[in-house]
């Protein structure tokens, strides 16, 4: 059975940093591009970035690519999002999910609940 | 960015009856080697989103065949027939031809 199980996720102050991590199992890690998306309070869906099968390669939504960084350790099936300086507006619900071809998610976590607040 | 545009956002129905969400999108989703990259999720109350339908009318493993998805370009359509109390939640179309991809702001589909 396909598993994403994030954590990480917490109570954080406006400007500090935070990495999540999304542990995968039941498939080939490796073998697939991973993504991650983020989901406000109010429902909206993100869509932050995704990262090569390999780590070789990542794209990211342009709003986030100076703050958000996406990683990977095959050897630990663990996917990684760090980030920085964040704001209230990072507020939000943030899943892994496995990608098949193009952007098509197939598998997500359970999702990590991050608040920035003071 | 892509926008796309999700209607209604509310839609009440009756079991067994029949629903039909929109995903209009600011620019053609045609992508340049063919493909058009636009995708249906469902997110049940308390749950992550689930896969529906990919590339506008495959539909994801296990979903049923009450589930069908159309259209192309710029105009999509998710039809959901027989409706059951399990496909009662938020839908939401999702982009991946361009850069950054864009998702809908959702449809909940609630009984009347």
């Known amino acids: 059975e396909v598993q994403l199980v994030e954590s990480g996720g917490g109570l954080v102050q406006p400007g500090a940093s935070l990495k999540l991590s999304c542990v995968a199992s039941?498939?080939?890690?490796?073998?697939?591009?991973m993504s991650w998306v983020r989901q406000t309070p109010g429902k909206t869906m993100e869509w932050i970035g995704d990262?090569?099968?390999?780590?070789?390669?990542?794209n990211y939504a342009p709003s986030l690519k100076n703050r958000f960084t996406i990683s990977r350790d095959n050897a630990k099936s663990t996917l990684y999002l760090q980030m920085s300086n964040v704001r209230s507006e990072d507020t939000a619900t943030y899943y892994c999910t496995r990608n098949t071809m193009r952007g098509v998610m197939d598998a997500w976590g359970q999702g990590a609940s991050v608040t920035v607040s003071s | 960015d892509v926008v796309m545009t999700q209607t209604p956002v509310s839609l009440p129905v009756s079991l067994g009856g029949q629903a039909s969400i929109s995903c209009r999108s600011s620019?053609?989703?045609?992508?340049?080697?063919?493909?058009?990259?636009l995708h249906w999720y469902l997110q049940k109350p308390g749950q992550s989103p689930q896969l529906l339908i990919y590339?506008?009318?495959n539909r994801f493993s296990g979903v049923p065949d009450r589930f069908s998805g159309s259209g192309s370009g710029t105009d999509f359509t998710l039809k959901i027939s027989r409706v059951e109390p399990e496909d009662l939640g938020d839908y939401y179309c999702l982009q991946s031809t361009h850069f950054p991809y864009t998702f809908g702001a959702g449809t909940k589909l609630e009984l009347k």
């Open positions: 039941g498939f080939t890690f490796s073998d697939y591009w």
């Open positions: 990262i090569k099968y390999d780590g070789s390669y990542t």
């Open positions: 590339r506008v009318s």
């Open positions: 620019q053609s989703l045609v992508h340049s080697n063919g493909n058009t990259y």
